[in-house]
């Protein structure tokens, strides 16, 4: 079984500010990793994912993440935070076979103000 | 750009009810998932579905749900007798074939369920 933890319920920032949202998980065997999010009222969206090949993943909006095997840990970053990025960021973790049921982390909810 | 629709956008019922909520997927995709989010808590996984049977269920997904794609587009899930716990957004979310080299869920926008 997978299991996902996100620690932070709450980040506030200033906008501008850099901002790391932690994920870590454990799981047993071989997983994909990914970061959704979830703006107010909508729905999720896909953020970005790690399947295979190179660890730093990044997203078209300046988000990124880093999968650390040794550390179980899934970490998105963005180094300069928009007003527009306040939004509830999931973590989740699947095992990289069968039907692939995502399991999600409790969720960082990203506050960033002016 | 293709999209996981779902429908009705909210839902409001009374305890011991039937509910039927409705989801599109998009449509060359072959996997289909339902998950739940109380409000305030995680999203939980409760059913996935190929081949117009069930692959995988929580333990949630009990005797009181089901699922059905009745007519090749549209993907629903059944709550026979609504409880309070019962009440929550559920999604729904689609997925193409592993070996088309996309590993992406495509979530619908939730439907929120209130049991009264």
């Known amino acids: 079984a997978q299991s996902v933890t996100q620690l932070d319920s709450q980040v506030p920032v200033f906008e501008e500010a850099p901002v790391e949202l932690r994920c870590n998980y454990s799981s047993s065997v071989s997983v994909y990793l990914f970061w959704y999010v979830q703006y107010p009222n909508q729905g999720l969206q896909l953020l970005l994912k790690?399947?295979?090949?190179?660890?730093l993943v990044e997203s078209i909006n300046g988000f990124e993440a880093e999968f650390n095997k040794s550390q179980t840990s899934f970490h998105l970053r963005k180094p300069s935070v928009h007003i527009s990025d306040t939004a509830e960021y999931f973590c989740a973790v699947t095992p990289n076979t069968g039907f692939q049921k995502l399991v999600f982390g409790t969720g960082t909810r990203l506050l960033v103000s002016p | 750009e293709p999209e996981v629709t779902q429908t009705p956008s909210h839902q409001v019922t009374q305890m011991g009810q039937e509910v039927i909520l409705r989801c599109v997927p998009i449509s060359n995709h072959l996997y289909f998932y339902w998950y739940r989010q109380i409000l305030g808590q995680k999203v939980e996984f409760l059913v996935s579905f190929y081949n117009n049977e069930i692959s995988e269920k929580s333990e949630i997904f009990d005797d009181q749900f089901s699922v059905e794609r009745p007519d090749g587009s549209n993907f629903t899930l059944k709550i026979r007798s609504t409880k309070l716990e019962d009440s929550a957004m559920y999604f729904c979310a689609s997925r193409t074939p592993r070996d088309r080299g996309l590993n992406e869920q495509f979530f619908g926008p939730g439907t929120r369920l209130t049991v009264l």
């Open positions: 790690y399947l295979s090949g190179s660890t």
